[in-house]
């Protein structure tokens, strides 16, 4: 990960229901599960936003970590990590919404993006069989075995959903090494054929489930779907927030969570024309403006929430960039 940004271009980023969910799972069965997020540097409450983007790799390291100290290589696999519900709400009703599995599937791949940066989805139909695909950034590095599992065990959920749940797959294709799953793939799919060292992993299915209409009634729209970051101050302002309310991010900090220098990032975001304080103050405007549609909120909290250390701080600095009070704001919208 050094200096990926700095080779790259934007941080792949994943939404942070992911990590939710394994720290549910993980805090069900006695794991310290705080003492995880603090070594893998994600926020102590990250369980409070579950729609807040973090970065891929340290949603990896956190998942690679907690597997090899906890001794649970399954983890991936898992139905409380696993489960459909875990996806971003928008991106799930857009899947569920699709009149037939083939389009359902088509818009599980063109909308990924909403979900996981660093994952590649898409869907190859032949004559007879259906391979629904998926492949990552980094095939073979920490976290990787875990999060293809979790990403096909998705795909199944789309296709179980349209099918009936007693549907099962022809084969399972991993991308994964198999030395790098240390417990017997067909007992953990159940009997069902796996193959390991491939291209690419995939879900195997035949061709005429793919006729399956759909049986779910969209219950209305919804904006919960929203594209990602698309530059390195955007990955920031989208992952800084969480991080708020234990004091003001550092730099350095920053630069760690995004996998390159302290001065590799001031030359990105430069060459972006922002800066990092520009970015911070963006990211708490930004927020702030969320948290003061709440009419019950306390200002007081809001000001914690965004790491000021007091009211007063806090009020001065919306005030320059709104010219109104936080009050003020709350009342005219």
């Given at each position: 990960m050094d200096d990926f940004a700095a080779q790259h271009g934007p941080v792949p980023v994943c939404r942070a229901g992911l990590v939710v969910a394994q720290a549910k799972f993980l805090r069900g069965i006695g794991a310290p599960v705080d003492r995880g997020l603090q070594r893998n540097r994600?926020?102590?409450?990250?369980?409070?936003?579950?729609?807040?983007?973090?970065?891929?790799?340290?949603?990896?390291?956190?998942?690679?970590?907690?597997?090899?100290?906890?001794?649970?290589?399954?983890?991936?696999?898992?139905?409380?990590?696993?489960a459909f519900n875990n996806l971003n709400e928008g991106y799930r009703r857009a899947m569920l919404g699709a009149p037939t599995l083939l389009l359902a599937l088509k818009r599980m791949a063109s909308l990924s993006k909403v979900q996981n940066?660093?994952?590649?989805?898409?869907?190859?139909v032949d004559t007879s069989r259906v391979r629904s695909c998926t492949t990552f950034l980094w095939p073979h590095e920490a976290g990787h075995s875990i999060a293809e599992q979790i990403t096909l065990s998705a795909m199944r959920s789309v296709i179980s959903a349209y099918t009936g749940e007693q549907f099962v797959p022809q084969r399972i294709l991993l991308q994964s090494?198999?030395?790098?799953?240390?417990?017997?793939?067909?007992?953990?799919?159940?009997?069902?054929?796996?193959?390991?060292?491939?291209?690419?992993?995939?879900?195997?299915?035949?061709r005429a489930l793919l006729r399956t209409p759909s049986d779910y009634v969209d219950e209305g729209s919804d904006n919960s779907i929203h594209g990602p970051p698309t530059s390195l101050g955007g990955t920031l302002e989208a992952v800084l927030p969480t991080y708020f309310r234990d004091g003001y991010p550092s730099i350095?900090?920053?630069?760690?969570?995004?996998?390159?220098?302290?001065?590799?990032?001031?030359?990105?975001?430069?060459?972006?024309?922002?800066?990092?304080?520009?970015?911070?103050?963006?990211?708490?405007?930004?927020?702030?403006?969320?948290?003061?549609?709440?009419?019950?909120?306390?200002?007081?909290?809001?000001?914690?929430?965004?790491?000021?250390?007091?009211?007063?701080?806090?009020?001065?600095?919306?005030?320059?960039?709104?010219?109104?009070?936080?009050?003020?704001?709350?009342?005219?919208?």
């Amino acid at each position: 990960m050094d200096d990926f940004a700095a080779q790259h271009g934007p941080v792949p980023v994943c939404r942070a229901g992911l990590v939710v969910a394994q720290a549910k799972f993980l805090r069900g069965i006695g794991a310290p599960v705080d003492r995880g997020l603090q070594r893998n540097r994600l926020p102590g409450h990250i369980e409070e936003s579950p729609q807040s983007w973090v970065t891929n790799y340290r949603s990896r390291m956190f998942t690679a970590d907690m597997a090899l100290r906890e001794d649970l290589p399954t983890l991936g696999l898992r139905p409380e990590v696993t489960a459909f519900n875990n996806l971003n709400e928008g991106y799930r009703r857009a899947m569920l919404g699709a009149p037939t599995l083939l389009l359902a599937l088509k818009r599980m791949a063109s909308l990924s993006k909403v979900q996981n940066t660093a994952s590649i989805l898409w869907v190859e139909v032949d004559t007879s069989r259906v391979r629904s695909c998926t492949t990552f950034l980094w095939p073979h590095e920490a976290g990787h075995s875990i999060a293809e599992q979790i990403t096909l065990s998705a795909m199944r959920s789309v296709i179980s959903a349209y099918t009936g749940e007693q549907f099962v797959p022809q084969r399972i294709l991993l991308q994964s090494r198999r030395r790098d799953m240390p417990f017997n793939l067909e007992i953990a799919y159940r009997g069902v054929t796996v193959l390991t060292d491939q291209p690419y992993g995939a879900i195997e299915f035949p061709r005429a489930l793919l006729r399956t209409p759909s049986d779910y009634v969209d219950e209305g729209s919804d904006n919960s779907i929203h594209g990602p970051p698309t530059s390195l101050g955007g990955t920031l302002e989208a992952v800084l927030p969480t991080y708020f309310r234990d004091g003001y991010p550092s730099i350095e900090m920053a630069s760690e969570l995004v996998g390159c220098s302290g001065r590799t990032l001031q030359r990105k975001l430069r060459q972006e024309g922002s800066s990092y304080r520009r970015v911070v103050q963006s990211a708490r405007f930004a927020a702030a403006k969320d948290f003061l549609q709440d009419p019950e909120m306390p200002l007081t909290a809001i000001s914690a929430l965004l790491g000021y250390s007091e009211l007063s701080a806090f009020s001065r600095a919306f005030s320059a960039w709104t010219g109104c009070s936080p009050s003020e704001y709350r009342e005219r919208h």
